[in-house]
């Protein structure tokens, strides 16, 4: 096998989706185990892939393998496959807060480590994962982790001490930007729109503006400014938000997220 997954949850479907349809990877050639029988069973009959309930069959079988379980779990599940980590294997760690040199010593040995940060847009092939290689990994090994994070969005490279702020720019924040649209959503029914309709417009609005970010390299600012007409209704809305402190309430919101990471 190619690539093994251990944790077969959300988010290792939605990066085992991305890489089969993009062919980086087939089907038959990954491997996912999971506690779970119903995890493993929605796997094989969505995706295809094989599957086993014992971690050290996926780690002895893969030649690169992605541990996608709860952070809490990690030490457990190293333990499981330590003795088999050591064969010329890739790991690919996706927790938060598990540092590579806790990853090293966890498992005892010099272990080829990528230590890994995607996000959930993940599941529509739009995410975003940081990459952070240990000492051990190659040149050749860390193009195989780009190009298998590639599978489901973009991945780059950071240094380490970049990680806990992605936890709180890219991982968690999908979720303040659904709240956004929530309410975004809310206010449009309050003003007559239906609520299927206003969801529409509210998560199309985002996903544009985001686009124009990512595609134009405009300053967020400028684009901003672009709609700000003068005395305009734009620059009203704009000007409520910065009395109700959102600017800083997001800030302060990510702050509080990347010491989190930083205790886990």
């Known amino acids: 096998m190619k690539l093994g997954f251990i944790g077969c949850g959300n988010m290792a479907n939605a990066m085992m989706g991305g890489i089969i349809r993009n062919g980086i990877v087939k089907a038959d050639e990954i491997i996912a185990a999971d506690v779970s029988p119903e995890a493993l069973e929605r796997a094989q009959k969505n995706l295809g892939v094989h599957t086993t309930r014992d971690n050290s069959e996926a780690a002895r079988q893969a030649e690169t393998v992605v541990l996608s379980v709860k952070p809490q779990y990690y030490e457990e599940v190293i333990r499981s496959i330590a003795d088999t980590a050591g064969d010329g294997k890739l790991i690919i760690t996706i927790a938060p807060g598990k540092t590579l040199a806790w990853l090293g010593k ?71 930007v659904f709240i956004m649209i929530e309410a975004m959503a809310d206010a449009a029914v309050a003003d007559g729109m ?29 684009l901003k400014d672009m709609v700000c007409s003068p005395a305009g209704t734009t620059i009203e809305a704009v000007r409520v938000l910065e009395e109700k402190g959102f600017r800083s309430s997001i800030m302060d919101a990510m702050k509080a997220c990347t010491q989190k990471a930083k205790g886990l």
Do not use: W
Not at 203 to 218: D, F, H, N, R, Y
């Open 194 to 222: 239906p609520r299927r309709q206003a969801y529409t417009f509210a998560a199309q609005a985002v996903m544009g503006s985001a686009k124009m970010v990512l595609e134009t390299g405009k300053h967020p600012a400028e």
């Open 106 to 176: 966890t498992f005892g040995g010099p272990v080829h480590i990528i230590r890994t940060m995607p996000n959930t847009p993940a599941m529509v092939g739009a995410g975003i994962t940081a990459v952070c290689p240990n000492e051990f990994v190659t040149k050749a090994e860390s193009d195989r982790a780009l190009k298998i994070l590639s599978g489901f969005g973009i991945a780059e490279l950071i240094p380490e001490n970049l990680m806990d702020a992605v936890v709180s720019v890219s991982s968690s924040s999908p979720a303040y």
